[in-house]
């Protein structure tokens, strides 16, 4: 079982471009996440999904999108890059979206926008 | 509002000595639960811990253990004898059972020196 896997492991992506990060979760949850973390200030949540076929908005959702097609998938797109979305990126998926749910990490994406 | 906070930016400690990193919170709500994840080096994110805002009762796990005081909304975490795997950046996390957003400090950096 690898629980949650991210892809690409890292990129380099010109300022403009287009980009999906990928997130795969072999658990069945319902829950999943995307957060990003930048130095001093702790992990940010940017988008979730409670349920395949919802999603909602984190506390930095500007200039990223996501889908929920299924439950196991939980894309990430920048839909035109910018040099301060320069992060790493983390994918988390939880039993259910309750209080005393447990959200487990996959392993990153660290992504650079020049 | 919701809020976490971890003080201490970086601690440096010697092999073998105890270390405690605090944690502050703020919430309004009456149920809650809080978390304490490691990031090592590797930067993948570890689940340490969770407590029910309704269970004080403190934990112990081999070296490490967890005082929870709802009297000054502290989770504070205690790593006894510690060792140079435990060097890591520790953040302790918030999340309500109202809204199910997990909420985190900006972490604290462990360094443990042989």
């Known amino acids: 079982i690898a629980g949650i896997t991210q892809a690409p492991t890292s990129q380099i992506l010109a300022a403009g471009r287009r980009m999906t990060l990928r997130c795969t979760q072999d658990?069945?949850?319902?829950?999943m996440y995307w957060y990003r973390q930048d130095l001093g200030l702790g992990l940010r949540l940017i988008h979730y999904?409670?349920?395949?076929?919802?999603?909602g908005k984190g506390e930095v959702p500007d200039g990223y999108s996501v889908s929920r097609a299924n439950t196991d998938d939980f894309p990430l797109t920048l839909a035109s890059a910018v040099p301060s979305q320069t992060s790493v990126y983390f994918c988390?998926?939880?039993?259910?979206?309750?209080?005393?749910?447990?959200?487990?990490f996959g392993p990153g994406t660290r992504l650079t926008v020049l | 509002a919701q809020k976490v906070t971890q003080a201490q930016t970086e601690i440096s400690v010697v092999e073998k000595e105890d270390v405690t990193l605090d944690c502050v919170y703020e919430?309004?709500?009456?149920?809650?639960?809080l978390f304490w994840y490691k990031q090592p080096p590797s930067g993948e994110l570890v689940f340490l811990i969770r407590?029910?805002?309704?269970?004080?009762q403190n934990e112990i796990s081999g070296r490490y253990s967890w005082n929870f005081q709802k009297s000054t909304s502290s989770f504070n975490f205690t790593i006894t004898a510690s060792q140079v795997v435990d060097s890591a950046v520790y953040f302790c996390?918030?999340?309500?059972?109202?809204?199910?957003?997990?909420?985190f400090g900006q972490g604290t950096t462990l360094q443990v020196k042989p």
């Open positions: 988390a998926s939880s039993p259910g979206a309750r209080g005393g749910d447990t959200q487990y």
């Open positions: 658990m069945r949850h319902n829950a």
């Open positions: 999904s409670n349920t395949a076929g919802t999603t």
């Open positions: 919430t309004r709500d009456t149920t809650y639960y």
């Open positions: 407590r029910n805002s309704f269970d004080e």
């Open positions: 996390a918030l999340k309500s059972s109202n809204t199910g957003k997990l909420i």
